[in-house]
């Protein structure tokens, strides 16, 4: 029997193999973005505690009651909007699922779906898994800020969904004030809907605010928005987000849910619900952790050749290589994993067209300072 693949163009992801490189050779891994310290004492008690109650059976398809409160109150307090827990607050096994699922419900087979470039690597295999096609559009190459003119140019008749992220994986880029102003514009009087990836909402720097789609009424009657606790409370092995749209959004959203996880992890579901109501100080305090982080680590990065671009927010850092190497960036990535022992990812694989002679890796510095300092020590060799 010969398999015709439904996903031709995918392979193993870039974070899997460059993960898989630094375990083989020793290597700092700067790649993949997850954090290596723990996660907040509370939040494992909490968790704890919810499994000797005996909380681990199946947890109500779309998540827990004292949960998907908790999420409300939550966002009514960062962005004075409070989705009802019952009909616009849906629990899932990670933002990942989130996205699949929200792709799913409304992208049919001939839609195309609008992408900006760079973009994580999930958004095209859900689209294309949906019959849809992704049409990509490029952000600035320096600032990865959007041109409003191309995205409009984009859209056609067969234009269903949008897709947008910020703060933006892979650079950190965020949309402004005046983005949402064109991006209102952009969608008014369309049936075109809107999924706004917002899994970094909480790791923004420098004073910034981070114009969540929740903010503007105009926008989130059409949209999904999502988020992931992994991020915000520093475990990704977890894997729980939830997402936030209209009740109609959300009712297909869950028709897709229910029969793709069904339902998520039900005893960090009751940590979760503990952690939001008796912490908040860890979420809105979040942005200050890493900015030390981050820091702490151009500080360091600018006694390399490597040059660190700026990262309004998110807890990645770009850093241009080309004082060091005209390889491109993957060969440049692996060249660094295997000989130099730092592992980092390239940007080629968030792009469909990689803008010619880019010479970007991405690092991660939501890291201990002991493995930061292992790397820098390393990459003053260069």
Not at 13 to 18: D, L, R, S
Not at 20 to 35: D, K, R, S, T, W
Not at 110 to 132: H, M, Q, R, S, T
Not at 240 to 250: E, K, M, N, R, T
Request: aromatic share 10%; charged share 20%.
């Amino acid at each position: 029997m010969t398999l015709d693949t439904k996903l031709p163009k995918v392979g193993t992801t870039i974070f899997t193999v460059m993960s898989q490189l630094a375990i083989e050779h020793g290597a700092v891994n700067l790649g993949q973005g997850f954090p290596d310290f723990n996660v907040p004492e509370r939040l494992i008690e909490a968790l704890d505690r919810a499994m000797r109650e005996g909380k681990n059976q199946y947890a109500p398809m779309t998540g827990i009651p004292a949960l998907r409160q908790a999420i409300s109150a939550k966002t009514q307090r960062c962005y004075g909007y409070r989705p009802d827990p019952e009909t616009e607050v849906t629990v899932v096994s990670g933002a990942s699922e989130a996205i699949f699922d929200a792709v799913a419900a409304v992208v049919r087979p001939g839609d195309e779906v609008i992408v900006l470039d760079p973009c994580y690597d999930c958004y095209e295999p859900a689209i294309d898994l949906a019959g849809g096609r992704a049409v990509h559009v490029p952000l600035d190459p320096q600032t990865f800020a959007p041109d409003w003119n191309l995205v409009r140019a984009a859209v056609t008749p067969k234009t269903r969904l949008l897709m947008i992220n910020s703060p933006h994986n892979p650079s950190g880029a965020m949309f402004t004030v005046d983005d949402i102003a064109e991006l209102t514009a952009l969608l008014r009087d369309t049936g075109i809907y809107l999924l706004s990836d917002e899994v970094y909402e909480h790791i923004v720097f420098d004073g910034r605010v981070h114009e969540s789609v929740l903010r503007y009424p105009e926008l989130r009657h059409r949209a999904f928005v999502v988020s992931s606790f992994g991020k915000t409370y520093h475990c990704t092995g977890w894997k729980v987000g939830y997402c936030i749209a209209p009740a109609a959004l959300s009712a297909e959203l869950r028709k897709v849910h229910q029969y793709n996880t069904f339902c998520t992890f039900a005893p960090a579901q009751w940590a979760f619900a503990e952690m939001i109501e008796a912490e908040p100080e860890h979420y809105e305090q979040l942005g200050a952790f890493y900015q030390a982080k981050r820091d702490r680590f151009r500080e360091q990065l600018l006694t390399t050749r490597l040059k660190p671009l700026t990262v309004p927010g998110g807890y990645f850092q770009l850093v241009d290589y080309s004082a060091v190497s005209d390889l491109d960036d993957a060969a440049f990535c692996r060249w660094l994993t295997v000989e130099k022992g730092v592992a980092a990812i390239p940007l080629s694989p968030f792009y469909e067209v990689p803008p010619s002679g880019q010479r970007l890796a991405r690092l991660c510095f939501a890291k201990n300072e002991a493995t930061l300092d292992a790397a820098i020590e390393r990459l003053q060799k260069l």
